[in-house]
């Protein structure tokens, strides 16, 4: 007789970092590796959901590595867990890696970027709710702003394998061409690819690009360049999805394209969180009760952080 | 060899297997915490707030970090005392541990309501009466600053809660905090807990606005302790250890060292707060931690280090 405990879905566990890569400008792609249970809890991860990372102790970037516009915010002193979402998670060998893509901008990524590999990180997870997929959607449209992209790359993979025979392709926009969180320069994409961005690519989805300044791509907002496409195409409303993770003003405008057209929709919400487990009610979202006027508060991490669009009461 | 060390202390008539709490707000209502920690290692629980009727809460944002610590404005936010009963007390109903009910509510009324319907649940030890939220516009913080006002909401609320332990928890916005707590003891507080959070606001230098939604919110964190410390230390010698009350203290509690210095200055229990959303479960290591250092420096009993400030 075995003698099986049951593993649990989610806990803190140590990570091991087995890399952490500058992949243009500002935007990084760490990789954490988890063994035992860690292991078996993030091998269950979902594309959505998220993890908190202690990264207090960690050190600094010297000063001369750190951006000038950032030298004062970074030496804040941090005290809280950050959330991150996958861009990817792959189990082999009783051990799981998950990826993380994160943009250096404060206190604790700007620490982020000098964990090297095999320094140990302490990790929450998987938490919240990730994207759900019905089972008669045909078509899948994965739209992100900035680092948004980040837990739809990791969808794009998920669809990839779980559903092969659905067509999805993907919109990735931000402010400038420096802003897009992708690895490849999209000069050379631009030529090669026509802005079918790899990280998509590979997993057979085809993609579109905006910059609100036109320096990649459909100059404007990917919800407009989104528009836009819709509009060229006559798509089944019912077979199709959108899923959305962005700015909240961006996805304020994803859930009004797609109750528009009457396509399903669900978006990925970020709120300032400190707990991530759902007792310090910190990350409150504003949702409407179906067939009332009312609204309620759920949580970002718990009820959340992947939404139906039409429930949420966007902030604008 | 930690096993030789007795860690359990008498508080207002409980035996309490070690002076480890959880501090309301931190560790919700008991459930949240189960893939984390066994909640009944700990000396004590204290739930999230509970008010008569459920309560939305603030707008957010509703946190943000500072250095050291965090400010909160949530606006005690709670499910209400219908579903509590409901949905949680079930949950609490099998724990072994001594669960507190943290009430709170915006007139003398909200708080007698909710003492009355749980005074008999025997799953509950006892009550923290929240009279130092700083975030909520009725309510919260204005009984706990006045005297006269802790007084008559000690002594109604704990008519209301019969056998129960009633414990008082007190705000450090005030002049001086012994004023109060000698109102809370002599109208009847079993014991009392201190501090809460101190009322305090971070501003966003790009758009001229305080970051949280609520303007303001309640400081804690390691950077509230050695207030909290000296505090603590204040209101035992002035006012709980002639009368034998016992103090739970909290305020930036997060390693062993830190409870070690709370129940030096006075305090029976400490409380782990803010530490929770970092680390959740680190109160069962602080809880080691302690018996190590009664170990390490020869203190077979923890009663001979409370309030034994040199």
Not at chain 1, 127 to 149: C, E, H, W, Y
Not at chain 2, 206 to 222: C, D, I, Q, R, W
Request: hydrophobic share 40%; glycine share 10%; proline share 4%.
């Amino acid at each position: 007789m075995t003698n099986e405990v049951s593993k649990p879905n989610k806990g803190m566990f140590d990570a091991v970092v087995f890399a952490n890569k500058q992949i243009r400008q500002r935007f990084y792609r760490l990789g954490l590796e988890f063994s035992g249970d860690g292991a078996a809890a993030f091998g269950k991860a979902k594309a959505g959901q998220f993890a908190e990372l202690d990264l207090s102790s960690i050190a600094l970037p010297p000063t001369e590595g750190i951006a000038e516009d950032l030298r004062d915010v970074a030496e804040r002193k941090i005290l809280l867990r950050r959330p991150f979402s996958f861009c990817d998670v792959s189990s082999r060998k009783e051990k799981t890696r998950v990826d993380i893509l994160y943009c250096a901008v404060g206190p604790a990524t700007l620490r982020m970027t000098t964990l090297s590999a095999g320094k140990s990180v302490s990790v929450i997870g998987p938490l919240g709710n990730g994207f759900q997929m019905p089972a008669d959607k045909k078509m899948v449209l994965l739209v992100s702003g900035g680092m948004g992209a980040g837990p739809l790359i990791h969808l794009a993979k998920t669809l990839a394998t779980d559903y092969p025979k659905v067509e999805v392709i993907a919109f990735a926009g931000a402010k400038t061409k420096t802003e897009l969180p992708f690895e490849r320069p999209l000069d050379e994409i631009s030529q090669q690819l026509g802005f079918s961005l790899h990280e998509f690519a590979r997993y057979g989805v085809e993609s579109e690009v905006a910059t609100d300044d036109g320096s990649a791509g459909y100059e404007g907002l990917i919800t407009d360049c989104f528009s836009k496409w819709l509009g060229q195409r006559s798509l089944s409303a019912k077979d199709t999805i959108i899923y959305s993770c962005g700015p909240e003003k961006m996805l304020a405008r994803m859930a009004k394209i797609a109750e528009d057209k009457g396509i399903d929709c669900q978006v990925s919400m970020e709120r300032m969180m400190a707990c991530g487990i759902g007792v310090c009610q910190s990350c409150a979202v504003k949702c409407r009760v179906e067939g009332s006027s009312e609204t309620i508060y759920k949580l970002c991490c718990k009820d959340g952080p992947v939404f139906d669009s039409k429930e949420i009461v966007f902030k604008l | 060899m930690t096993e030789t060390v007795d860690i359990s202390v008498e508080f207002a008539g409980l035996k309490l297997a070690n002076p480890v709490f959880t501090a309301s707000g931190t560790c919700g209502y008991a459930d949240e915490l189960a893939d984390f920690m066994d909640i009944n290692q700990l000396g004590g629980f204290i739930t999230k707030s509970v008010t008569a009727k459920p309560r939305m809460g603030n707008p957010t944002p509703r946190v943000v970090e500072t250095d050291s610590g965090m400010l909160n404005a949530i606006g005690l936010a709670n499910i209400g005392l219908d579903a509590f009963i409901q949905e949680k007390l079930p949950i609490i109903a099998k724990l072994t541990v001594p669960v507190f009910v943290n009430v709170a509510g915006e007139t003398i009324e909200d708080y007698m309501a909710v003492v009355q319907r749980l005074a008999t649940e025997q799953a509950i030890a006892g009550f923290e009466l929240n009279i130092s939220c700083p975030n909520v516009a009725k309510g919260g913080i204005s009984f706990g600053t006045e005297p006269a006002q802790v007084t008559e909401i000690t002594s109604a609320v704990k008519k209301a809660a019969g056998e129960k332990v009633l414990m008082v928890k007190l705000s450090p916005c005030v002049t001086d905090i012994s004023v109060i707590a000698r109102a809370a003891v002599e109208a009847g507080a079993d014991a009392l807990s201190l501090i809460n959070t101190f009322t305090a606001m971070v501003i966003d230098i790009e758009t001229h606005k305080p970051v949280l939604a609520n303007k303001t919110g309640g400081l804690s964190g390691p950077a509230i302790k050695p207030i909290a410390v000296y505090l603590v230390n204040k209101v035992y010698n002035e006012v709980t250890k002639e009368r034998g009350m016992p103090i739970l203290g909290l305020g930036g509690v997060r390693t062993a060292s830190d409870a070690v210095e709370f129940i030096i200055a006075g305090a029976t229990a400490v409380a782990v707060g803010t530490a929770n959303f970092v680390e959740p479960g680190c109160a069962v290591k602080i809880i080691e931690g302690i018996k190590k250092y009664c170990v390490r420096k020869e203190i077979k009993n923890i009663k001979e280090l409370i309030g034994c400030l040199g």
